[in-house]
Nanobody, 124 residues
């Protein structure tokens, strides 16, 4: 049984930084692309960032490009999201997810396992 557990969320002031982690178990982590999504209150879940199986290819939503960095450690089976220059509009529950193959993908329908989410709140 594949399990994804996010951590690292919290409250931060605008301009601050957070690093999210997603610990994977129950599957061969290095065989799959991974992604981060987020959902703000009253809004649909949206794509944030994605990475292919070995970390050589990445893609970001325009809203987070140049501020967020996705990475992975296939030895420790952990996915990361480094978030810098945080803004109030980044406030959301952040989810990690596993794709159905080795490639990265922006489409939620291409993901078959999801974590429970971690809250990120950016406010003064």
């Amino acid at each position: 049984q594949v399990q994804l557990v996010e951590s690292g969320g919290g409250s931060v002031q605008p301009g601050g930084s957070l690093r999210l982690s997603c610990a994977a178990s129950g599957g061969t982590f290095g065989n799959y692309g991974m992604g981060w999504f987020r959902q703000a209150p009253g809004k649909e879940r949206e794509f944030v960032a994605t990475i292919n199986w070995n970390g050589s290819q990445k893609d970001y939503a325009d809203t987070v490009k140049d501020r967020f960095t996705i990475s992975r450690d296939n030895v420790k089976n952990i996915l990361y999201l480094q978030m810098n220059s945080l803004k109030a509009e980044d406030t959301a529950v952040y989810y990690c997810a596993r794709t159905t193959g080795i490639r990265y993908d922006r489409r939620p329908g291409r993901y078959d396992y999801w974590g429970q989410g971690t809250q990120v709140t950016v406010s003064t």
